[in-house]
């Protein structure tokens, strides 16, 4: 059992370049963690680290011991979730990350029925923008969209991101409606701001209006504010369908541009790569995935 805990010690150090970070994600002190490390590194008769005041990293033997071990932890991890499903409910504190546009829209709608099915999960939900550091951060699974980059985590994808351009009828009564997207340089454009970098989002028109250098009226870094701003007619919003198509229902938006409008990256779930998920994970991407599949036009509406 001591070997095993030096196993995972050193796994953690390894993936996170850090003995601090391995610490907080395992819940032991950064001592803890240099102690285990240097046992193993004792019973192996090799340095698994090279070291600095400042930083570490894997030694050649360092290297090949860790892609054993961490076969071996995955082993009995798979070997573990897969006993702890058989034998009882999804249950403990399960944490959760998403951008904020999906959590508010998507996710929250989902909780209620998530919830009383799964009454034993306790849900921790960060509602984030910024690049996070999943394995690190110690997040059991998160929403992202882009391409998954990190070979220790695994996903699904959700579907494609679609967006709308929209206005109020008012709006557009007053001031006309766009025919193509260059005809924006005459209207009040109403934009999302990250709040991770400040940066403005990209408007997702194909080509060859990808890059156009539109007005700059209203910026928000809420995507709640500029829907409220475009129901009020303030201008032209770009808005994500699961946030518009309500509005756009209630004939308080009306869609403009369809035709030039392209997808914009990708949604997907994505988790540490154990090969079998804990039951609480499994139970969480399984009522996310169902929920997706059985209403596809959560993320793309039938009038796109």
Wanted: one cysteine or more.
């Amino acid at each position: 059992m001591e070997s095993l805990k030096g196993m995972t010690a050193f796994v953690a150090a390894a993936e996170l370049l850090s003995y601090p970070s391995a610490g907080r994600v395992l819940g032991v002190s950064s001592s803890a963690i240099a102690k285990s490390i240097a046992r193993l590194e004792n019973e192996l008769g090799v340095r698994l680290f090279h070291r600095t005041t400042r930083s570490i990293g894997l030694t050649e033997e360092g290297a090949v011991f860790y892609d054993r071990c961490k076969h071996i932890l995955d082993d009995i991890y798979d070997a573990q979730a897969m006993i702890s499903s058989t034998r009882s409910r999804p249950k403990g504190r399960l944490r959760v990350s998403v951008p904020q546009i999906f959590g508010h829209s998507l996710l929250m709608p989902l909780l209620p029925g998530f919830l009383k099915e799964y009454p034993e999960i306790e849900l921790d939900i960060d509602f984030e923008d910024r690049v996070i550091d999943i394995i690190g951060e110690g997040i059991d699974v998160a929403v992202r969209s882009g391409e998954l980059r990190d070979t220790r985590l695994i996903g699904h994808r959700l579907g494609e991101q679609h967006f709308v351009v929209c206005g109020s009828p008012d709006y557009l009564k007053k001031q006309g409606c766009p025919q193509t997207p260059s005809d924006l340089l005459r209207h009040s454009c109403i934009h999302f701001k990250y709040p991770s970098n400040g940066l403005l989002a990209q408007w997702s028109f194909s080509s060859p209006d990808t890059n156009l250098n539109l007005p700059r009226n209203l910026i928000f870094n809420n995507t709640d504010a500029g829907l409220r701003a475009a129901i009020d007619g303030l201008g032209l919003a770009h808005l994500p369908v699961y946030v518009s198509e309500p509005a756009i229902k209630k004939k308080l938006l009306q869609p403009i541009l369809t035709e030039f409008m392209v997808p914009l990256g990708s949604l997907s779930l994505i988790w540490p790569s154990n090969r079998h998920l804990s039951p609480k994970v499994r139970a969480f991407v399984d009522f996310v995935i169902d929920a997706v599949r059985s209403n596809p036009s959560i993320l793309e509406p039938k009038w796109l």
